[in-house]
Structures are given as C-alpha cells and as structure tokens.
C-alpha cells in the first residue's frame, strides 16, 4: 500500500521547474506532501483531500487526480531552498496512511 | 515554544540495554505517533494514539513499547536493544485521524548502537 513516487532524484539549476510524482496502486482518501532537509525533521507542504482539487502556496502547488490515485508535486522557479527530501503520503481510509520512499530534490546555484 | 519536542536528541548505547524516548505536544492535537526512519529515508507508522488509545499499532517487535499517559504526551520504550534499531525515531501529532491532517513532527532521536 506504500505509494510510489517518482523520480527518486531530480537535479536542478536555481530559476527551473520540477514536477514529483505520487501514485498508488489502491483507491485514495488523502494525499499530503513533506519536505524533508537534511538532518532536520518532514515538515508538512500541503494536504489534498478526495475530489481532484489543486493547492498551493507561493511557487510549490500540488494536483490529485482520484480516478488515476496519483498526485503530483509542481516547485516553479525553483530557489535553493527548495532542495532536501520531498516524501508523499497517501491515505486510504480514517486510519491507513503510508509515506512514499521520497524524492531527493538538489537545487544548484 | 516548541510545538512537538523529543528528547534526547541523540542516544549511543549497548547492544542489550533498554532506553526511552519522550515525546510532548503542545499544540492540542488529539493523535500522536512514532515513526522510524531508516538509512534510506524511509518514514514506517510504528504506532499511534488517539487521545491516549492505541489505534495503530504495526509490525513491530514487542521489544518496542508505547504509552500515553495523556493525549500530549507519547513515550516510546525499547528493551534489549539490537544493532538494527539504529534508526531517527520521530514522533509527529495531528489534529484528528491519521489521514485527514497534516503531521507535526518532532525534531527526531537519532539512535545508535553499538
């Protein structure tokens, strides 16, 4: 039931655009997105609810798709703050939740 | 004033021995959990607590054991430590549920033994 994220690695010049993908292979009930720094604790990004919405805040927006369980991660303009660990975490019912293996974003001057 | 905190920090013990860790939220939220997360990153639920009751409760050893004395606070006891423990445990709160909310996480324990 662990999502599958993709790719597990991206590199990218400060000023570029990265989109991080989450699917599952079961129907969801949620879908959140951490950050993660290195050394540091997952912070929580946003959290996306059963009904195909989009969220964002500032450059970093997120869309899920219910009938394909899949979700995507957008970072636009991309600023070397933005680099650590981008994990995924999809939610099946009330209580079943799993973090995906996560996606190692490097943001380069 | 830190919303979720855990201590110690670090800790480096000995094959065999039993240790604690505690965790303290202060953010009202109703569920707490303990996650591990291990050389690859990977973030596995190993328990959680709806105001003090155990809801999840994963394919952990029962060397591993929870307990809330009360819905701010979760503690996570180990005996007889093994190599494979050596993980970052964190614990994290929400609001409600394990999937509606987002997660708090604490400042994790990295554990090392030796």
């Known amino acids: 039931q662990q999502p599958v994220q993709s790719p597990q690695a991206v590199i990218l010049r400060e000023g570029e655009d990265a989109v991080i993908n989450c699917s599952s292979s079961?129907?969801?009930?949620?879908v959140h997105w951490y950050r993660q720094k290195h050394g540091e604790a997952p912070v929580f990004l946003m959290i996306?609810?059963?009904?195909?919405e989009q969220k964002g805040h500032d450059k970093i927006s997120a869309s899920f798709n219910e009938k394909k369980q899949q979700s995507s991660l957008y970072l636009t303009a991309s600023q070397l703050s933005y680099s650590g660990t981008y994990f995924c975490?999809?939610?099946?019912?009330?209580?079943?939740?799993?973090f995906g293996s996560g996606t190692k974003l490097n943001v380069k001057p | 004033d830190t919303a979720v905190s855990q201590t110690p920090k670090y800790l480096v013990t000995q094959m065999g021995n039993d240790k604690s860790i505690k965790c303290e939220q202060n953010?009202?939220?109703?569920?707490m959990y303990w996650y591990k997360q291990d050389s690859k990153k990977f973030l596995k639920i190993m328990f959680s607590?709806?105001?003090?009751?155990?809801?999840i409760n994963e394919t952990v050893p029962n060397r591993f054991s929870p307990k809330s004395p009360d819905k701010a606070h979760l503690n996570l006891h180990i005996n007889s430590l093994e190599l494979g423990d050596s993980a970052v445990y964190f614990c994290?709160?929400?609001?409600?549920?394990?999937?509606?909310?987002?997660?708090?996480f604490g400042s994790g324990t990295r554990l090392t033994v030796v």
């Open positions: 994290a709160s929400s609001q409600a549920g394990t999937a509606n909310y987002g997660y708090t």
């Open positions: 079961k129907a969801l009930y949620s």
């Open positions: 996306l609810l059963k009904g195909g």
């Open positions: 975490g999809t939610g099946y019912n009330f209580n079943k939740f799993y």
């Open positions: 953010l009202g939220h109703d569920t």
């Open positions: 607590y709806n105001n003090k009751e155990l809801i």
